[in-house]
């Protein structure tokens, strides 16, 4: 998908809506600017996704992977 994008006084510019659907990018989200040989390169900044595990999850870990609840690292 190529569109043309305008840049206004400030260096804004707007990306179209489709785009914006496309990437899954909302309100608030934000950019990577990577300036690369051929121009510059934008992408979604994301972070990898982290699962804070209560005490259960972890015994249900225990249970299924056959270790004991002693073999886990249970933070306080």
Known sequence: MT???R????????????LRVRLGLM?????????R???????PASGPAVEIYSHARLKEFARNN???LADLPLGQ
């Not at 840049?7 to 489709?18: H, K, N, S, V, W």
């Open 3 to 5: 569109k043309m994008i």
């Open 7 to 18: 840049i206004d006084q400030r260096g804004r510019f707007t990306l179209p809506r489709e």
């Open 27 to 35: 309100s608030g989200g934000q950019l990577l600017g990577e300036q």
């Open 37 to 43: 040989a051929e121009g510059i390169l934008f992408r």
């Open 66 to 68: 056959e270790v004991g």
